[in-house]
């Protein structure tokens, strides 16, 4: 495997190990299935079984048994393979992949895929009536402050903004390599996306922003577009605009929390939601036309922040994965006992 998917796979390899250990701890029984160049010291080797491959994996599901098999992301080939034998021997998956807010401290897990297969598309989501707003705002300040951002951003609101079209219009750009891209989005090449934008829109000008692992888009020159730096943190660059327009990436969701009104190209955990304004190559929105339902969209940042990402510290904490939307998800599939030591 190239070295930055083995330091992927490793870092899957502790996440999946930590749960694991709590799931143990709850009562139930685990097992592994891992790459050899995946295993990493906080592995169990005793209940592991390493293959480069699916060739024992059948083997593996007959003699396991597993009510559920967990993989992360889900849609590599690999992934695909790894699904089909798990459904075959009659167990359920659970996908899962990096959180949001922040991304880099929390995951989430989902019974039907991730990102454009997440169960949350096409679903509005109720912020509940007792202390649901209040929980979001303080989870809202909480993010903004501990990424020092309370100069740019309200701290006081949950509200999405008006479209401000006197303001140039932030357009972050994604990696072409990326599954999203390839699967889920209507512009696989950066440069056709924002050709389509300076066309859509000419009369307004555009903030881009490449995306830090494809820093070097093959942009051609646009009179109404500053390409920005993407090794600098985005924040600064956002709060000088009145609108985002992206394809399906974090940095949308990001960007809606913050209070900004968000365009959406390609299918997403967001798309139907509410929390953007989906829109189509074949029928771009009027711009001053967009608007953002409110109660739906913070419905739906409610369930992500505060119901579906939980810290990746809390793999290693049974009764925080006892609290989990994982945990109740999991519950709702089987008639679970659970045998907290």
């Avoid at 929980?135 to 809202?140: C, E, G, H, I």
């Avoid at 020092?148 to 701290?155: I, M, P, Q, S, T």
């Avoid at 750009?173 to 090449?189: A, G, R, V």
């Amino acid at each position: 495997m190239p070295e930055q998917r083995i330091n992927r796979w490793k870092m899957v390899t502790d996440l999946y190990t930590s749960l694991g250990k709590s799931f143990m701890a709850l009562g139930h029984q685990v097992y592994f299935y891992i790459h050899p160049e995946a295993m990493t010291e906080n592995a169990l080797p005793q209940l592991t079984w390493n293959c480069v491959d699916h060739e024992h994996f059948d083997y593996v599901l007959d003699r396991f048994a597993p009510d559920f098999v967990f993989t992360w992301n889900g849609s590599s080939i690999g992934d695909e393979t790894t699904a089909t034998l798990s459904q075959a021997h009659g167990a359920k998956m659970v996908f899962s992949e990096q959180g949001w807010f922040p991304q880099k401290d929390t995951m989430y897990f989902d019974l039907t895929g991730c990102n454009g297969k997440c169960s949350t598309k096409n679903t509005t989501w109720a912020i509940p009536e007792k202390n649901g707003a209040s929980q979001l705002l303080a989870a809202r300040k909480k993010y903004i402050t501990q990424a020092g951002l309370n100069k740019l951003f309200d701290v006081d609101t949950c509200d999405i903004a008006e479209p401000n079209l006197s303001k140039p219009i932030f357009v972050p750009l994604q990696d072409e390599h990326d599954l999203n891209i390839l699967l889920d989005s209507p512009f696989k090449c950066m440069d056709s996306f924002v050709s389509f934008l300076c066309k859509t829109y000419p009369r307004h000008r555009f903030i881009v922003r490449p995306h830090p692992k494809y820093q070097k888009p093959n942009l051609d020159n646009y009179d109404n577009v500053e390409l920005v730096n993407p090794r600098i943190p985005m924040f600064e660059q956002l709060s000088r605009c009145g609108i985002v327009i992206g394809l399906n990436s974090t940095t949308l969701l990001e960007s809606a929390l913050l209070g900004f009104p968000v365009i959406s190209y390609g299918v997403g955990l967001g798309t139907g939601t509410g929390v953007f304004h989906d829109a189509i190559p074949e029928a771009p929105p009027a711009l001053e036309e967009v608007q953002i339902n409110q109660e739906n969209a913070t419905g739906f940042l409610y369930h992500l922040i505060c119901q579906k990402q939980i810290k990746r510290e809390h793999m290693a904490k049974p009764l925080e994965i006892l609290k989990s939307q994982l945990f109740r998800d999991l519950k709702q599939q089987l008639n679970w006992n659970v045998l907290s030591r």
